[in-house]
C-alpha cells in the first residue's frame, strides 16, 4: 500500500480509537474534583497479570531506540518552533490539584513538606523498628551478581532478602540504601522497609527443601560459605548486608515510566505525565540515585484475600545505586553525569578528537572513604544530573515539576538529613560527617537552582482577611527576606501591581466589585519564572481557586 | 539591697522591655517550612484520607490534544515499525532468549566440562559460513584447554582445527599441540609483487593443512619465549565459486608452485618483550615481538628459506590516557637458502590479517619482503568504544633493500574501535588509498 493511503487511514484509526480507550479507562466512573487531596485511585479491581520487562530488550528500547527516535521527532520540532505562538513541547502533570500539589495515592503520600516527619521516624524507616531477628533460614540463594544474597526467614517467620556489601567496602551499598531509602520515603514515596544489617555466619542456617535440592540444585553449607565470601566479611567473620523485607501482596511486574499499567482501571494517567514521577528527578538528582531504570520500580497487588479484587500499590523497590555506592564499589566516576550511551557526549567527545572535558572528570568525587565511595557536591548541577538511560517521565519534567521536586528535597532539614544518615550506622565517622555535609550542600544547590527557575511562593491560605504563603527559600535560608511584586489581573477593570514587603497580601487591597482576580508572585531580584494564584471571590472573602507554579 | 544596683537595673530593664513590646512580631515565631514544627496549611497535614474508599479522581485520563495528535499521526504511521521493534525487544526478549537475561550473552549448549556453541560467518567471497565450536577450558593449571572448530561455507569454503594446550597465562610453562585444515576454492591472486592493481584480480584453490607442536616460557603474554615446531603441506590449483581464473590472467610458469604442492617442516622461536602499563590495553610504552622460522621441504622440491618477522608497537597517551597515539612497524620477510628453488608463491608474506593494507584488497600485494608502518590516535567516545583515525604505508619488495619510499602504498581511515573482554577488538573502518575506499569490519586481536 502505498504511503499516501496508509497515512488517512492510520490518522483515523487513531482518531476512531482514542475515545474507545478513554472509555475503558474511565470504567469506574468516578468523579472529578480538582481540589481533592486524595486521589482515590486504590478502588477494588481484579488482579493485573504479571508482567516481565526483560531488562536487556529494555535499556535496547530507552537507551538507543528511544532516543534516536526522539531526535528525529519532527513534529516536537515544529512545536518548538511555535513555542512563540503558545504552542508547546510538553504538558504540565496531570494529577495535581488546585492548589499545585499531588493527592495521596497510591503512588504518593504528602508527608515531609507538608508535616514535617520526626526525625526518630525517618531514623527507623517505612515499618518503624522492625528489623530481621537471628535465627535467618536461607530459603532462596541469589546467584547472579558480583555481590552475595539471599532471601531468608527470620525467627518471627518474616520474609527478608539480605543482600551484601562489596568486598573492600563495608556499609557501601547498604548504608547507601539506608539512607537514600529513609530520604524518598519521608519526602512521600511508597518504599520497602530495609535496614543495614551485621550477619553473623552462626545466624545463618540452610532452609531444608533448598538443602535437599527440592526445587534445583542442592544448597550446602560449602556454598552458603562460598557465597559469603563474594562479600564484605569483618575480622570476626560477619557480613556486612543489608536486609529488605519482602513488600506485601503480590507482585505484577515493573512500572513503565512511560505509560500507564492499561490492565488497571485505577491506572487514569500516564505516568510520564504524573507530577510524583516527573519530580521524582529532583529527589533521584539529590541522591545521586543514578540507577533508574523500570525494573527498580514494583508493582504490588494488595487483596484481602488470593482471588478476590483489590488494588495495585507502586513501589520505588532500590534506590542502593546512590550516594557514592554501586553494586560493585564505588560508584564510577561518570553514573549521575550521564546516560550509559550518551549520544550526545558520545558526538562531543568525537567531534573533539577526545579532548571534551566532561565535568564528571572535574568533580572530586573520590572521597578515599570505602563506606561512602565517589561522590561529590562541590561541581553538582541539580539539572544536569544523567540516571542510567533516558527516562520518559523525567524527559517530560516541566520547570512546574522540578520546582515541586525542589521542595520535597529542601524540606528536610539539617536534622532530618543527619537522622536518615545515622539510619546507616557507619563505624567510620567520617562517612557520617562527609554525607551529612554532601546532602546539606546538595539539598541547598537544590534549592539554589529550582528556586531560581520557579518563583518559590508556596502554601497560599486565606486567613484574618489576608492572602499568606511561604517563601521557601526565605525559610530555608538560601534567600534573605525579601520583597515581592505582585501582578493583579481582575477578571474586570485594568491590571495593577502591588508590591510586598512580607509573605502576606491584604485582602482589602483587591476591589470588592471583582468576580476573580489572577495574582502573579515575583520575588524582588530575581528573574523566576512568576507563581500565579487564581482567587474567587466567595461572598464578603476570597477563596483560592488555583495555585500553579512557573507555567 | 543597694538602692543603686536597683535603680541600675531598672534603667536597664525598662528600655528592654519597651524594645521587645515594640518589636514587629519576630518571624522565627512563625512555623518555617523545612522547620522541625511545620505543617502546612493543608487539610492533608493532619488527615492523610484513604485512596482505597469511595471519592473523587484529581483529573480525567490524560488525553492528547487533538491538534497534536493530527499533527503526530502521520509520523507515528512512518515510525511505527522502530516503535514496534522496540516494544517487541523489550517484551519477547525473554520468551526467544531463554537464557538472555543480560550480559553476557550465552548461545549454546554448556555443561560442567565444556561448551559447544554455533558459529557464523560472512565475507562476499566465501558467503555464509555456519560452524560450529567445542571449548573447553579448565583454569587449571594440570588441566588442558581443548579447542576445536569447524565451518563449511554456501561457497565451498571448509575449515577445521583442534588445539590443545597446558598452562596458564600466569604459569611459567605452556605446552600444547594445534592442527589445521582450510580449504578455500576462491582465494584471491593478484599476482606477486607492489604493482598489483584490484584488477589483477583471480581466483585459486587454496588447500593446506598444518600440525605444530608448541612451548612457551615466561611468565606473563608481555614476556615469554615461544619455540615451536611443525608439518605443513599446501596445494594450489584452478579454482571455483569466481573469476577469472588465474591461469586466465597470469603465465602459470610465471607463479612459482602454481598446480604444485609443497610440503615442509619448520621450526621455529619467537618471544614478546614490553614494558606496557596493560597488557591488553596500553595507553603507554614500549612493545616488541619478533618471530623467526626454518621451512625446509620434505619432498623433492628442495625448497628452503628463513622467515623473519618483526613487530614492534609503541603507545603514547596525548596529556591523558583516554586518547593514545599508537605506532606499529611490521615486517615479514623470507630469504631463501642458497640452492633454494623459489618459495612457493602461497608461502610469500602476503597483505592480509594483520598484515593487511587497509585501503586494499586482503591478499592483494604479495612478495619476499612486507613491510608496514602504521600509525593511529586512538580516543575514548563512550565506555568501552575508541574512534580512530589512521594512516598507514606499506609495501611489498623482492628484498629489504628493494623497499622505496616512492613505492608505498597510502592508507588513511578513520573508524571505530570496540575492545571486548577477552582480548578480542572489533574494528570498523572506512579507509581511502589510490583505487578508493574500502570498508572493513575486522574482529580479532589488535594491537
New interface residues.
Partial sequence: MR?AR??PI??AA??AL?PAT?RA??ALA?????S?????????VAQPKLH???????Q??EAI??PW?HA????DK??WLLGPLGASRK?PA????R?D?V????WF??RN????V??DEIRLGPKGDLVPKPPFTVSKPKT?GSTPGFQVKDADGKKWLFKGDPVGFPQLASGADAISLRLTWAAGYNLPHNVPVRVRREDLKIDKDLEEGKEGKPFHDVDLDQLLTRGHRYEDGSSSMYASLFLEGAPVGPISARDRRRDDPND???HR?RREWRGLYVLMSWLDSWDTKDQQYLDMFLAPEKGQPG?VKHHVLDVGASLGAEAEGGKEP?RGYEY???WA??AR??FS???AVEPWRRAHQETGIPSVGNFAYDVYEPDKFHTLQPQAAFRERTKADGYWGAKLV????D?QIRAAVDAAHYDDPRATEYITKALIERRNKVGRYWFGEVTPV????V?DGEL?F?D?AV??GLAP?RHYRVEVRPDRGARRTLDLDRTRLALSSLDPAWKSVRLEFRAGGSDARPTRVDLERRGESWAIALVRHGE | MNPRPRRLAWLVALPLSFAIASAPPARAQEARFGDSTWVAPYPIATESGDPTTDGPRVSRRDREPVGETILRTPFRAVFYPVRLLARGVERVADKVLPQFKGPPIRLGFYTEVAKLTPTIAYSSDTGIEPGFEIQRRSFREDVPNIRIAGGWSTKGQRDAMARVHSGLDTTMWGVGAEARYKIVPNFRFYGIGNDAPEGAHSIYRDERGDISVFMRVGPDPLHRARFLAGYSSISSAGGSHGSPALQDVFDPTTVPFFGHDSKVFYFGAGGDFALVNHWREPAYGVHLRGDVRHFESSDRTNVKYLELRGDVRGYLPVFATRRILALRLLYDGVNPDGGSAPIPFYRLPASYGEYRFLAYHSNQFRDQVLGIAHVEYRWVITRGLQAVAIAQLGEVAPNAKSLRIADIHESYGIGLRFPLKKGTVVRGIAAQGSEGPQFLLIAGSDF
Avoid: K
Wanted: charged content about 20%; some cysteine; hydrophobic content about 35%.
Fill in positions: 504511503p496508509v497515512l492510520a490518522l487513531t482518531l482514542a478513554s479507562a474511565d468516578q468523579p472529578v474534583d480538582s481533592t487531596w486524595v486521589d482515590h485511585d486504590g478502588r477494588p516481565e520487562t526483560n531488562l536487556v530488550g529494555h535496547f528500547r531506540l528511544e527516535s528525529f521527532d519532527v513534529p515544529i512545536l504538558h496531570i494529577n495535581v490539584n492548589y500539589e493527592p495521596n495515592s497510591e503520600t504528602n513538606h507538608v508535616r514535617s520526626p526525625p547472579e487514569l494517567y500516564s505525565n488494588h561518570h550509559t550511551l550518551d557526549w558520545m567527545r568525537l578528537l577526545g579532548f529542601c524540606s528536610f532539614s536534622a508556596d502554601f497560599f491560605s486567613a499568606r511561604h521557601l525559610d530555608r527576606d
